[in-house]
């Protein structure tokens, strides 16, 4: 079964600073990848998403990942966090058994970023 | 344009009731999903449905039921409510095989 480990549940960064939201995935087949944000009290929206092509996708405020195939990794970076960047981050990958959809996507546990002035 | 709504934001329900919950999609959105994240861990799909037929459907006991109407709107219910069923209840729209734009969720209470 397909399964998404965000390997730290809180990351706590100070303004300005650089950060990274990891992200590994198991599968043995072609899958799409994406990172999710939710702020409190909010649903989930999508910040960028790997279907195929470049590794490197950037997304929506400033966030971008990379997809490593042979480490089956799909980290999140900015290069310079602000405070209004505190939110949760979902790593997903769509289940392949459901072929070509971006739908029914497996979700990690998430992480909790904290941006601290 | 209206974004994916979902009613009610809270409700309160008691254990061995049943609870409905309903979800409009984006305009011209004919796939609707829906998630149940429990406090602390990342959504887990329950079912999807696209031109009001299933077409997929997650690790969930038969006591979850959802359907779609013509207008592409959807209900998700649950029968014989149990405490482990409190949790936010997301609704994703989507084109079909396309990425999935959430709902802000509803957020069951099973006491």
């Known amino acids: 079964a397909q399964s998404v480990t965000q390997l730290d549940s809180q990351v706590p960064v100070f303004e300005e600073a650089p950060v990274e939201l990891r992200c590994n995935y198991s599968?043995?087949?072609?899958?799409?990848l994406f990172w999710y944000v939710q702020y409190p009290n909010q649903g989930l929206q999508l910040l960028l998403k790997?279907?195929?092509?470049?590794?490197l996708v950037k997304g929506i405020n400033g966030f971008e990942a990379e997809f490593n195939k042979s480490q089956t990794s799909f980290h999140l970076r900015k290069p310079s966090v602000h405070i209004s960047d505190t939110a949760e981050y979902f790593c997903?990958?769509?289940?392949?058994?459901?072929?070509?959809?971006?739908?029914?996507?497996?979700f990690g546990k998430g992480t909790k970023l904290s941006v601290k002035p | 344009d209206a974004g994916v709504t979902q009613s009610p934001t809270h409700l309160i329900k008691t254990r061995g009731q049943h609870v409905t919950l309903r979800c409009s999609p984006i305009?011209?959105?004919?796939?609707v999903s829906w998630y149940q994240q429990v406090l602390g861990q990342g959504p887990q799909f329950i079912f999807q449905?696209?031109?009001?037929?299933?077409?997929g459907r997650g690790n969930f006991p038969d006591r979850f039921s959802a359907r779609q109407f013509p207008n592409y709107s959807s209900e998700l219910n649950v029968n014989a409510l149990l405490l482990g069923d409190s949790a936010l209840y997301l609704c994703?729209?989507?084109?079909?095989?396309?990425?999935?734009?959430f709902g802000p969720g509803t957020r069951l209470t099973v006491t």
């Open positions: 994703a729209s989507s084109l079909w095989k396309k990425e999935q734009y």
């Open positions: 599968s043995s087949v072609s899958v799409y």
């Open positions: 790997y279907l195929s092509g470049s590794t």
């Open positions: 997903a990958v769509s289940d392949p058994d459901y072929g070509g959809s971006q739908g029914n996507l497996i």
């Open positions: 305009s011209g959105h004919k796939s």
């Open positions: 449905y696209y031109e009001k037929e299933e077409r």
